[in-house]
């Protein structure tokens, strides 16, 4: 069964520290978003990608944060510099598009910014 | 915000027993869907409901959506220990969905 694959697993870093998540969604899914889910809470959409376009990047801090999707497959997202307040898990999906296709999920990064 | 608010924020039931949970959502949608999340990995798709279904099954799961309410609910039966979970809806308007901070469910063997 085809999955959303993301790397790494889990990631501990210091404060002022640059970070990088790497996500390959499921082949053939043109949409790819990324969310941040707090400890308690729900996910919150950090950025949405069409093919290589970012279509939704209105939660995004994009002082520290940059996403990318150059091939319009797999996908990267920085944080730099980190800071305490970005310890979350961070979610990667993939959907074959519009308002009515589930989202696929990997499993996650769980950064911890010490 | 479309974010979806779910009811109650934790329940605890025993095995066999029927799991339901609300949620609710301020504007219109297209559709609203429903997420379940296993202890801190990855959420995996439930079932989804169109803005002109009222009621929708999938095995022993029962969603019921009232577009007038601006609610849903999902019902879980004869429940198992591995629906122990968090459970998400998410209303969705255009393609965005929103998460609420949903219910955790736990199932008492």
């Known amino acids: 069964e085809a999955e959303v694959a993301q790397s790494p697993r889990y990631k501990i870093t210091e404060k002022s520290q640059a970070v990088a998540f790497w996500c390959d969604p499921i082949s053939g899914h043109a949409t790819l978003y990324w969310y941040r889910q707090i400890l308690g809470q729900g996910p919150e959409l950090l950025v949405q990608f069409q093919d290589e376009s970012v279509v939704d990047d209105s939660q995004l801090p994009k002082d520290r944060f940059s996403a990318e999707r150059l091939k319009g497959v797999d996908s990267t997202l920085k944080i730099q510099p980190a800071e305490l307040g970005d310890s979350a898990m961070y979610l990667c999906?993939?959907?074959?598009?519009?308002?009515?296709?589930?989202?696929?999920f990997g499993p996650g990064t769980r950064l911890t910014v010490l | 915000s479309q974010q979806g608010e779910e009811d109650p924020q934790a329940l605890s039931i025993q095995e066999g027993e029927n799991a339901t949970m609300n949620c609710s959502y301020k504007?219109?949608?297209?559709?609203l869907q429903w997420y379940r999340q296993n202890s801190g990995r990855g959420l995996v798709h439930l079932i989804l409901i169109r803005s002109n279904e009222r009621e929708k099954h999938s095995g022993r799961l029962r969603v019921t959506l009232d577009t007038s309410k601006k609610s849903s609910s999902l019902l879980i039966t004869a429940s198992r220990a591995a629906d122990t979970a968090s459970y998400f809806c998410a209303p969705v308007n255009d393609y965005k969905l929103s998460f609420g901070a949903g219910t955790t469910v736990t199932v008492r063997a």
């Open positions: 504007t219109s949608i297209n559709n």
């Open positions: 999906a993939s959907s074959l598009g519009g308002s009515y296709n589930e989202q696929f």
